[in-house]
């Protein structure tokens, strides 16, 4: 699970442990938190001794502790307004009435790499300061004990923890320092009380103290405003829905969350918060996908500084790289064309839908650029969107087209005067394409110059979304069948290609969808009733495996369980796409 504001962004565990946060942007920098709690009645019980369950509720996440005869919930939530976690404790005691301890432990790694810091007990707050960064722990009802240590030396917070009594050292210094908090109270029926977990950079202490006074002195406020947010966005998107669709609507409201979590304040977009794989960055690609489903649910401030951050990446030569951090400096730097294709078909989605020609009009320049770069990339090679091979690719055919087509589009809105080379390009597309059709074997390749002629479920590119070919051409129904029969996973779903080895070869909750819209569309322009079935037997199976809204990059063949990145934007997106009212907007 995962929670953010667009500049704080905390990843949680199974049992609602906050594993690390992302500060001060969404995807950068890393830092490792290891913060949970324990309840010491009689012996200590961490959270993990709990029977735990958990779900995304509203903009929150709540998590249920269920023992004999306690239970503890946490409503954990981190407010638009402020770079805080709070977390909302409610305590039930179902037994006789009784003295309970509870701690709450962190053991936070500031930065990439980990920095020495300072952690400290400053009047019921802890406080942890490294270089830039003040992290500042503090709680509605004022502690009871505390303790500042080192997580591997005998005044470690954990090890006190763990024997029911915090020594009260008031200061640590080193990489690994942990330090704990202590509420000893007397329970009856019930007990309350906050936990506030604030994040500061470039601050001060005396700053970041007083920002933790207000927060308490506001709580009402900066939640009620949280939820007015959240509730006017959500009231708009689900507008937007396909009446056909609306029993889904707690799951799409839960995509849409995570995609804005997702969305840094600098306008990159990341893939996912994972680390493991690394993908908290910014392709031009997936952000393109995120940004579409976005917009087709009446979101439009995330796409627009989506926009504004790759037009200020963009290469002189109209190109960009292959992903960047969210503060904009380069990561990967291969070639791929078709993350030029998508970025200009996500902005001309945007214009078809807004029309505004202001905010179009200063980014002119961006499209005029990948404009003329696209026009002089037909057939070159480039490594493909897996990002494994070098050659010709179907899918990149199919987005420099889309991009192209996009970008008249966008130049004729515009009253300007298009290059003739665009129109040319084009033409040249629509007649050469004939060159990835292998007569051969059936249907289209993966690639040319190289040939790979192995099924890939890209390959539906060149029909969906981007049109190159036509949804009914029998060569792209063949190949959409091909693809279909080239799986046969124990769970089902459908993979990337079949020799995949990523992650041992699963099905994709992106290459499951892809194929399903396609089905979709060609029953629409068909009205063949076996390619509807097959779209909703696909589209249920992703329902399936949604895991909450989170919709990871894979699902594990045999066992069916999330693997690689959860949540992954892309997948997201697409179940987005698939269940908007105006989905077909998107097709060029």
């Not at 594993?19 to 920098?29: C, K, M």
């Not at 913060?35 to 961490?46: E, H, M, Q, S, T």
């Amino acid at each position: 699970m995962i929670l953010g504001n667009s500049g704080l962004l905390i990843k949680f565990g199974d049992y609602g442990e906050m594993e690390y946060l992302f500060y001060p942007n969404v995807g950068y920098e890393a830092h490792f938190f290891d913060g949970l709690f324990a309840v010491y009645d009689k012996n200590i019980k961490w959270c993990w001794d709990f029977k735990v369950s958990q779900v995304l509720e509203d903009f929150y996440l709540k998590s249920i502790y269920k023992g004999r005869d306690l239970e503890i919930v946490v409503k954990d939530y981190i407010p638009i307004s402020h770079d805080v976690l709070i977390k909302d404790i409610f305590i039930k005691n179902f037994g006789e009435k009784r003295n309970l301890k509870f701690f709450f432990y962190e053991n936070l790694r500031v930065g990439e790499p980990p920095k020495e810091n300072v952690v400290k007990y400053i009047d019921g707050n802890i406080v942890k300061i490294a270089n830039d960064y003040i992290f500042l722990i503090s709680s509605s009802k004022k502690p009871s004990s505390y303790q500042c240590g080192h997580r591997y030396d005998k005044d470690s917070a954990y090890i006190d923890i763990e024997n029911g009594i915090l020594k009260e050292n008031d200061e640590s210094r080193g990489v690994l320092t942990d330090s704990a908090l202590c509420w000893e109270f007397e329970i009856d029926r019930s007990y309350n009380f906050k936990i506030f977990i604030l994040s500061q950079y470039k601050s001060n202490l005396d700053i970041a103290l007083e920002q933790m006074k207000v927060i308490k002195h506001q709580i009402s406020n900066i939640k009620n405003i949280t939820m007015t947010y959240y509730s006017r966005v959500l009231e708009n998107a689900l507008k937007n829905i396909d009446k056909e669709y609306l029993s889904y609507r707690k799951i799409i409201e839960k995509a849409l969350i995570n995609l804005l979590f997702l969305s840094d304040r600098s306008g990159g977009i990341i893939a996912s918060p994972s680390l493991h794989p690394d993908y908290r960055y910014v392709w031009g690609r997936d952000g393109s996908y995120i940004a579409i489903a976005l917009l087709l649910y009446g979101i439009k401030f995330p796409a627009e500084r989506f926009f504004k951050f790759m037009a200020k990446v963009q290469n002189p030569n109209g190109s960009w790289l292959q992903n960047y951090f969210v503060n904009g400096k380069p990561r990967l730097t291969g070639e791929q064309i078709d993350q030029a294709g998508s970025v200009i078909w996500a902005l001309n989605v945007y214009n078809r839908l807004y029309g505004n020609k202001e905010f179009l009009e200063r980014l002119w320049d961006m499209v005029e650029k990948a404009g003329n770069y696209l026009a002089n990339s037909i057939f070159k090679p480039c490594f493909d969107l897996w990002e494994e091979k070098f050659a010709v690719f179907s899918y990149t055919t199919g987005a420099i087209y889309a991009g192209l087509k996009s970008a008249i589009e966008i130049g004729i809105s515009l009253n300007k005067d298009i290059d003739e080379s665009w129109y040319r390009s084009l033409e040249r597309l629509k007649r050469d394409v004939n060159k990835l059709y292998s007569e051969e074997k059936g249907r289209f390749l993966k690639s040319i110059n190289p040939i790979f002629e192995e099924i890939d479920t890209s390959i539906l590119g060149l029909s969906y979304p981007f049109n190159l070919v036509k949804f009914e051409d029998e060569r792209m129904i063949k190949t959409a069948e091909a693809i279909e029969k080239a799986f046969n996973y124990r769970v089902g779903g459908i993979g990337r290609y079949p020799e995949d080895c990523y992650f041992g070869g699963n099905p994709w909750i992106i290459t499951t969808l892809w194929l399903s819209l396609y089905y979709k569309k060609l029953y629409e322009i068909l009205n063949i009733s076996k390619y509807k079935d097959k779209s909703n037997q696909l589209f249920k199976w992703c329902l399936k495996y949604s895991f909450e809204g989170l919709f990871p990059e894979q699902v594990h063949k045999d066992l069916g369980v999330p693997v690689s990145a959860l949540p992954l934007g892309w997948s997201n997106a697409m179940f987005l796409i698939y269940t908007a009212k105006r989905r077909d907007i998107i097709i060029p």
